[in-house]
């Protein structure tokens, strides 16, 4: 985690460096027909309001059950053992196979299980009336409920669409991966469209009564099935990763007592991890059968704007790295290991700050993307700032979480994990206890603490657990990013504060087109003032980054 260290070999680093550049590429198109189907799901059904909300809690469910029964414990678990398995004769096609299928039927099962219990499962996430105002009443459960129903097949499906891709991954076949969610968002926003041309838009929908089960099924089962689609377009992709599935049930010889050993912590730290989801949902829930204030929905969208720079910079850059970092573990080069933490690390740094600080100059513009109500607009832009700060430790973590996984360590990251859950959900209950109007918030702020504390728990960890690690040289790093980037925001909040993005009666904040023009002059300033710095301060990582580019100007 330190500079100075034995760099990358160049012609490796170019590798490296396309490889990231095609899971960036794949995952911006993704994440911008995500925000693109987000908006249109936000104009179709709302912001606020019954509607959106109900769906939210649902459509939020096998997100929530998939992370319980695989989530983190593919990447974390699998991709080593897979790196493992490529050292015998067959190449680890053998084992692959077995483990797909072994994954398959759990997944099944699991999938039917969480469809069976969606009235629970709606029971055990929103918050019951409390005849004040606060959570949701009978009917209001029955319509997310009739939402579950629909939405939580998807658990077997991110679970096979994780499982295929984390195998691919493995295989160094990354673009598949990070594509396919583009046919899901293609799906989805289809059937938002047929919604809005069929039954009309916001306002329409924000009430329970304005319902219909025609309604339900097109909503939610065109979520469903872009999910669908998004695992299976998977499979065409085998051959190229000289795979060729075939369902293998014989199990024996997996080595699937030490993959449960090391799965066991993984799923513990999981299950934390969804303790706290379920109360920060029930919390949430409590202002969820307001028609006006920010809640589940303003939540998930704030979330998402808060997960763009992740999902394209950290995610592409931790997809290459990790099983290169396995490797290096496997060989017990940890000297390596930590060359490729630092690295990746500092790669990661130098994007993420500047989407940190430059998406809070252009919150108000960005959130009003979603909604035409300027008090929705105003909640969604503080949680969205209240989430912004905690980005940079929220992708540090997700990286030096890579460097324990592929030790095969998840007893580590799991008793940091309860630091974490015990400062969520202290927060949380008293968030609680806040007006209706200010739970969002506060739920935001919650989150980035108790996430900050972990990735601060988590580095110290790392720093004696990878010898000659140092933390002095990374923060330097990151300050040097921050301080070129404080001038880049002053300019980039002048220009929005300019052209009226406070204001409900402001250019920036009349239509989505004034806002989107808002937010890309403002960008490209920032963009502009922050580069430029770091260039003229000659800093490493920017140079590393704008030089291909710079060498090929030189030549023309």
Known sequence: MTDGLTPEQPAERGAMRRA????????????????????????????????????????????????????????????????????????????????????????????????????????????????????LDQEQFALATAFAYWCLPQVFFYALYSLLGEVLNARHVFGPFTWAPALNNIVAIAGIIGFALLYGTDPAHRSVDSWTPAQVALIAGSATLGIAVQALVLFLFWKKAGLRFRPDFRWRGMGLRQTGKTASWMFGMILITQIAGIIQTRVASIAAGSDDDASVAVLRYAWLIFMLPHGIVTFSIATVYFPRMSRHARDGDLNALRVDLGASLRSNGLLVVFCAIGLMAISFPFARLFTDDFSVVTSMALVLVAY?????????????????????????????????????????????????????????????????????????????????????????????????????????????????????????????????????????????????????????????????????????
Not at 31 to 42: E, K, P, T, Y
Not at 440 to 468: D, E, F, W
């Open 20 to 135: 990231s550049a095609l899971l960036a590429s794949g995952t911006m198109v993704s994440r911008v027909l995500g925000f693109v189907s987000a908006i249109l799901l936000s104009t179709t059904i709302g912001a606020v309001g019954s509607g959106a909300n109900l769906f939210a809690i649902a459509n939020g469910l096998p997100n929530s059950i998939y992370a319980i029964v695989a989530g983190g414990v593919l990447s974390a678990v699998l991709v080593p053992r897979i790196v493992r398995a490529g050292l015998d004769a067959d190449g680890g096609a053998r084992y692959i196979n077995k483990l797909v299928t072994l994954g398959i039927v759990i997944f099944a099962i699991a999938g039917l299980a969480a469809t069976l219990a969606a009235p629970w499962l709606v029971q055990l996430y929103a918050a019951s009336s409390d005849g004040g105002g606060r959570g």
């Open 388 to 556: 912004l700060f905690g980005l940079v430790p929220f992708s540090m973590l997700f990286l030096m979480q890579r460097a324990f996984y592929a030790l095969e360590d998840t007893r580590t990251p799991f008793l940091y994990q309860l630091v974490q859950g015990a400062i969520a959900v202290a927060g949380l209950l008293a968030v609680a206890q806040l007006p209706v109007d200010r739970i969002a918030i506060g739920i935001a702020v919650v989150v980035t603490v108790a996430g900050t504390v972990q990735a601060l728990i988590s580095a110290l960890v790392l720093r004696k657990r990878l010898p000659g690690a140092k933390l002095l040289p990374m923060v330097t790093a990151h300050l040097g990013f921050t301080a070129a980037m404080i001038p880049a925001a002053v300019v980039g909040a002048g220009i929005v504060t300019s052209m009226g993005g406070l204001s409900p009666d402001g250019f920036a904040t009349s239509g989505p087109i004034p806002a989107v023009l808002t937010i890309v002059l403002a960008g490209s300033a920032m963009a502009a003032v922050y580069g430029g710095l770091l260039l003229l301060f000659r800093n490493p990582q920017m140079l590393d980054f704008a030089g291909p580019v710079l060498r090929r100007i030189r030549r023309s």
